[in-house]
């Protein structure tokens, strides 16, 4: 049974009222520049995209023999054109787009636009009142899929606005993987990706999720995204953004809600050309015993400007712990890095905070160290920054490992 | 034979600080020779000088290894060449292990049998997937730079301060290392030298040193045999040195 048209409609109301709502952060968009919308049909397997096409989702993380993959979801500009559930998992999990999802659930009201606001900002009431899809997973009740689900997200026209609603149910006791890429297919596309994300992790499962953002100099991007957690649930979110971009402004939240509920962010951030990129994580703990952990690491080349911000939160009646480390390193003039660590205890007395930021040049003493066993000045550079970026990312493929290398290569000399 | 390493008329100086005044220095192949000091006598400048780490400018002088004059080498030539040196203080790399080091160093891709030999013999094993030198204590950052050395496989090997932060027990581990790295251990390979800085001289028990020298206020005095100069310095401390410059 589809969700109520009467909750959708109020959905839209309060969307209606939020139309010029600015964000909190980052630079103001004038969202009438982006009509375009471009219609797709499905296709019958990765393998039949055109090679731009192609070469654009690898980058991004996805499989296209979708090996050591249980599921995978395709959508570009705003159409889903391909999903896929491995047939090992059938009974495990489900994927479609999140509209196909409110048609058939009528219980999604529980979670459709309940984490996020749709009045949030302007961004928020666009995707609310003009939705094109985005992707719905549930993972059932104490299944474990081994591998993980797939996604893209790919913009291949101008002045497209793509405005995706995602979901992701994690039910109870059950553990989720997904890699998520978002990215173009044309360098010089112009246009704005808005992403809306609620994810839920009921008791005792586990979701990790793991973004790639491949952009280009023209786009600008906006997601809003809030996982909700319940107790003894997890929470690991990767996030990597390796390629120029217009403009983002995210701000992701984990709301740990449940006791013993845990969440952590890694977010490694490389900002090129003149890339603005204000990204944070918050994490809210509010169940007792919940840990939370926020790693950012940034590094601003060329003109780039990066905020880099973390926000922990305790409102917790008992204890509960979490730390937030944050480094940057500049390797440009131009370029600009504001790490912007905060903490907060609502009356929290058993809470434990920490936070520890720094920004600063590449060690002159490590890169001799390195220098001193035989390596050339720019392999100890490109190593030391590889091993900055490393957070152990699983099930990223190789080609990223690669593809940070090779920026490190075109863009650390400066740092020096 | 020629000699391994030779300096000219070496004068150095850090920032403002003249802290090399024309050292003479000379040792030949296979030989290991010994530097005794005070503290800011100029020792860990000379080794640095030598290594070529740009802070150690050289404004009069020459260095020549292996017959060739590497005043002007950057440090990665002149590891290549093989120099090789283990620091007394490295700095810490976080991010970078030292699997990925050894990984990075074993450039002439030694069998990785051979490898964990080395691992094991210098008690590492736990220490692979940290960075480099992070939370190490004072031996273990020792051993770590010797076990990078042994897959480097330098020619000549300078050492700073190899007892340093080590306890008694270990200090006989690494003199076994510093054995093993410059073939002492062996019948063959006799070649490879090593320049040790010492404090104590306690790794005199286990290594056995062919000359010895006293760094003072920037210039080298008393060449001879390393143990009756630190019976010399034990005796009288470094006043003498003073006294005979």
Not at chain 1, 95 to 111: F, H, N, R, V
Not at chain 1, 123 to 151: C, D, E, W
Not at chain 2, 29 to 44: D, H, M, R, S
């Amino acid at each position: 049974m589809p969700v109520r048209n009467a909750y959708l409609s109020e959905i839209q109301a309060l969307a209606e009222k939020a139309r010029d709502k600015r964000a909190l952060y980052g630079p103001d968009l004038d969202l009438s520049r982006y009509t375009q919308h471009i219609k797709r049909g499905k296709i019958e397997s990765l393998e039949s995209l055109s090679h731009q096409v192609k070469e654009a989702a690898i980058l991004s993380g996805m499989n296209m023999q979708e090996e050591n993959r249980s599921g995978s979801f395709l959508q570009i500009d705003q159409s889903v054109v391909y999903e896929s559930l491995n047939k090992a998992y059938e009974g495990q999990l489900e994927i479609m787009s999140t509209p196909a999802a409110l048609d058939k659930y009528d219980w999604i009201e529980e979670y459709y636009w309940k984490a996020i606001p749709a009045d949030q900002d302007k961004y928020t009431a666009q995707a609310a009142l003009n939705m094109t899809h985005g992707y719905f997973i549930r993972v059932f009740a104490h299944q474990k899929p081994q591998y993980p689900v797939q996604s893209c997200l790919l913009v291949a026209e101008n002045y497209v606005s793509q405005n995706v609603h995602n979901m992701i149910i994690v039910e109870e006791g059950a553990e989720l993987q997904v890699i998520t890429g978002c990215t173009l297919s044309k360098s010089d596309a112009e246009g704005i990706h808005l992403g809306i994300s609620e994810f839920y992790v009921k008791k005792g499962g586990k979701l990790m999720f793991t973004m790639i953002h491949n952009w280009a100099d023209n786009f600008h991007v906006r997601p809003r995204t809030k996982v909700v957690v319940e107790e003894d649930g997890t929470f690991i979110s990767n996030y990597v953004l390796l390629k120029p971009v217009k403009s983002i402004q995210a701000f992701p939240v984990a709301h740990l809600k449940g006791d013993r509920a845990s969440a952590k962010f890694n977010t490694v951030v490389y900002g090129l050309k003149d890339s603005y990129i204000d990204l944070g994580s918050r994490i809210i703990l509010e169940g007792e015993d919940t840990r939370g952990e926020s790693i950012a690491r940034t590094i601003a080349a060329d003109e780039s400007v990066i905020y880099s911000r973390g926000d922990l939160i305790a409102a917790t009646r008992g204890y509960c712990l979490a730390h937030l480390d944050c480094r940057g390193i500049l390797f440009s003039e131009k370029a600009k890095i504001f790490a912007i660590p905060e903490l907060a205890s609502h009356g929290s007395l058993k809470s434990e905070l920490s936070h520890e930021a720094s920004i600063g040049p590449i060690s002159e003493e490590q890169v001799e160290y390195l220098m001193s066993r035989g390596i050339s000045q720019e392999d100890a550079v490109s190593v030391i920054t590889s091993g900055f970026l490393n957070l152990d990312i699983p099930y990223i493929p190789e080609f990223l490992d690669k593809n940070i290398k090779e920026i490190i290569k075109a863009t650390a000399k400066e740092a020096l | 034979m020629e000699d391994m390493l030779r300096t000219e008329d070496l004068w150095v100086s850090v920032g403002d600080r003249q802290v090399l005044k024309g050292v003479n220095f000379s040792m030949k192949y296979g030989e290991i020779n010994v530097l005794f000091g005070p503290n800011g006598a100029g020792k860990t400048s000379f080794m640095m000088t030598l290594m070529g780490f740009p802070r150690y400018r050289v404004e009069q002088g020459k260095i020549f290894f292996k017959g060739i004059d590497i005043t002007a080498h950057d440090i990665y030539e002149r590891a290549r060449l093989g120099l090789g040196v283990s620091f007394q203080r490295p700095p810490t790399v976080r991010g970078v292990t030292l699997k990925k080091m050894i990984e990075i160093i074993n450039t002439n891709g030694a069998d990785s049998a051979g490898v964990d030999a080395k691992i094991e013999k210098l008690n590492l094993g736990g220490h692979l997937e940290r960075g480099l030198n992070d939370g190490f204590s004072g031996g273990e950052m020792k051993r770590s730079e010797l076990l990078q050395l042994m897959i480097q496989r330098p020619d000549l090997v300078l050492i700073d301060e190899p007892e340093s932060g080590v306890d008694i027990e270990n200090i006989a581990l690494v003199g076994e290392a510093i054995n093993a790295l410059i073939g002492k251990d062996k019948v063959k390979d006799q070649k490879r030298g090593a320049l040790i800085i010492t404090h104590t001289g306690y790794i005199l028990d286990f290594v056995n040193a062919d000359k010895g020298y006293i760094v003072f206020d920037g210039n080298l005095l008393c060449r001879g045999n390393p143990r009756d100069i630190l019976s010399e310095i034990k005796k009288h401390g470094y006043r003498r040195c003073a006294e005979c410059r």
